[in-house]
């Protein structure tokens, strides 16, 4: 029998989805549930390496976390990472297929992976108790509906009741939960059961009248009131929590261990990616991180970061046109702290070689480390443990650049030349002893009296942080009544808010079938190359290629190639990348 479930949506991008569902994953499996998140579509530049080499979106793995079970491809099957305005690489069941215009993936591409989501949710729901989906955006995409596989069209697919989240610290949720509700077609809306509030500051019983009213307006309650949280320090999916030149977190800054405090500034790179590295930075006391995009703003730090990114070649031209890469290559010859992580990592080298991302071709690159980079067609996806400054390191690697380190120290299959650090690991700071004696050669070099604090566990850090999030949904939510909605579905009988949309034939998930539990029918309309993207492929990687998936399946090339010539969209093969497939 298949398990429950339950859609968490959103009024908007950013309203709390990913922080709701990881707290109600994390609320459930504290009480014997087994529990498993899903995103059926991410778009995200913040991604993880699960241990079966699938790339998938950060938020799922904490998410999984926040579960307590190990992450998987099929808990984001679709992850859409951008590489400008207008198109994005295209990463099915954890392997990038190819770029593709916006355009191009509603055009009809998206709505032919439906088979593919649906069957990772049912794999989920028979193998757990009950799974939590994240819906992305809004629900209400009236002109994204008809392809939608994410919010309504899985939610349909599924028969899972949608529990629709709004940020009142924005403003305006009231009129953005009736608007979100009244948009959707009559079938859509008998799923809609209710609300939750995210993000209140004051008296509850003030917020209460305009509660009783939403429920008179639509016929549905209200779940719960989240208190504003502070510091929760949550990995995110596709946004900086703070502005450009903000701190990173606004967590409670505990005393500096030493005299000194140490500063970091993080360059704010463009598409800049997995950003999360320097959380383990800002969790040690008396570590400020700030993340910068003027030259001036290098000249107090004590360490330097420059992050990875989407676009190496489009950060260098970044970093050059603002001054900072002049300052950068000043404080080498200084001998002052930088640390350059994967495509930051790329940029510190002699030379990089691009026929693959930004088709650039032969770039300098910084000078400051001995190292030449050429993109390769095929993504490198590895969970590499290893040793440096005399601590065991454990990271993960996404990345086309190969790097041909030619001198300096060794480090973390980079290096290192005096104050200058190279590597492609993601993650590596979260190794607590490696992070400490890291941080001590940076203030050495940086002449700080700064000491790393001997107890500082990022791992117990996310732990205690996960738990607060479970805090706020057990104390804050009617914990019964989701518990009642996730096991039966939605309430019976809910009305129907005027005007709402017209159902539009085709809509995705109209067809599904509407006993709870059923298994959908698969999407015969799929390309044949698209079948490959489903869960059973997955499997079939593993056996063609061993334990790491990371390497390409013979299939995945036709993948994008066999959509278009079923005819799903002109425009999109156009901006495939047919060289790279």
């Avoid at 994005?88 to 916006?102: C, F």
């Avoid at 305006?172 to 509030?197: K, P, R």
């Avoid at 601590?391 to 990345?399: F, K």
């Avoid at 698969?522 to 998936?549: T, Y």
Wanted: glycine letters at 12%.
């Amino acid at each position: 029998m298949s398990g429950g479930g339950l859609l968490v949506a959103g009024t908007t991008s950013d309203a709390g989805k990913s922080v709701v569902t990881a707290g109600i994953c994390r609320w459930l499996v504290r009480r014997g549930v087994k529990v498993a998140p899903f995103k059926a579509q991410n778009m995200s530049l913040n991604s993880f390496v699960t241990r079966e080499g699938a790339e998938i979106g950060r938020a799922q793995a904490m998410q999984a976390q926040a579960a307590r079970v190990e992450p998987t491809a099929l808990m984001n099957p679709v992850l859409l990472k951008p590489g400008s305005d207008r198109s994005s690489q295209v990463v099915l069941m954890g392997k990038p297929v190819g770029e593709m215009s916006a355009r191009g993936y509603h055009g009809g591409r998206q709505e032919a992976l439906l088979g593919t989501v649906t069957d990772c949710l049912e794999q989920l729901r028979s193998t757990y108790d009950a799974v939590i989906c994240e819906g992305a955006g809004s629900p209400a995409e009236i002109n994204l509906r008809r392809t939608d596989i994410v919010n309504m069209g899985i939610a349909r697919a599924a028969r899972f009741p949608v529990l629709v989240v709004g940020d009142i610290d924005r403003g305006g949720v009231f009129a953005s939960f009736f608007g979100t509700t009244a948009l959707l077609s009559a079938e859509d809306q008998s799923l809609i059961a209710g609300y939750l509030v995210n993000k209140f500051r004051g008296d509850v019983s003030l917020l209460e009248p305009g509660l009783d009213m939403l429920y008179g307006l639509t016929g549905r309650r209200t779940y719960g009131v989240l208190p504003y949280a502070h510091g929760l320090g949550i990995d995110e999916e596709d946004g900086l929590r703070v502005s450009l030149r903000g701190a990173v977190r606004e967590s409670v800054v505990a005393p500096p261990h030493g005299e000194d405090v140490l500063r970091v500034a993080v360059c704010a790179v463009p598409l800049m990616s997995n950003f999360t590295d320097v959380d383990a930075l800002a969790a040690e006391p008396g570590v400020v991180v700030r993340f910068v995009d003027r030259a001036e703003e290098l000249a107090d730090a004590d360490l330097v970061v420059v992050p990875g990114t989407r676009g190496t070649v489009k950060a260098l031209a970044w970093l050059r046109e603002r001054g900072l890469a002049e300052a950068l290559v000043r404080r080498a010859a200084e001998g002052r702290p930088v640390l350059g992580i994967c495509g930051g990592f790329q940029v510190l080298g002699e030379r990089i070689e691009d026929e693959v991302e930004s088709r650039a071709g032969v770039v300098d690159g910084l000078g400051l480390l001995p190292v030449r980079v050429r993109f390769d067609r095929a993504k490198t996806l590895a969970r590499p443990v290893g040793s440096a400054l005399g601590e065991v390191v454990e990271g993960y690697e996404i990345h086309h650049g190969v790097a041909d380190v030619r001198g300096g120290e060794p480090f973390l299959d980079g290096c290192r030349v005096g104050s200058v650090w190279g590597t492609h690991w993601h993650g590596s700071l979260e190794s607590d002893g490696f992070r400490r004696r890291f941080l001590e050669k940076v203030a050495r070099a940086a002449g700080r009296r700064f000491v790393p604090a001997p107890d500082t566990c990022f791992g117990v850090l996310r732990e205690e942080q996960l738990d607060r999030l479970g805090d706020l949904v057990e104390e804050h939510a009617d914990t019964d009544a989701l518990w009642r909605l996730i096991e039966g579905g939605a309430p019976p009988g809910l009305p129907f808010v005027p005007p709402g949309a017209p159902s539009v034939p085709g809509d995705v998930g109209a067809g599904a079938s509407e006993s709870r539990g059923a298994a959908p029918d698969p999407a015969p309309q799929s390309p044949e190359g698209l079948e490959m993207g489903r869960p059973e492929a997955l499997g079939e990687a593993r056996k063609s290629h061993g334990p790491d998936v990371s390497q390409p399946a013979e299939a995945t090339p036709q993948v994008l190639e066999n959509a278009g010539s079923a005819g799903l969209g002109q425009e999109a093969e156009q901006h495939v990348d047919e060289e790279a497939l």
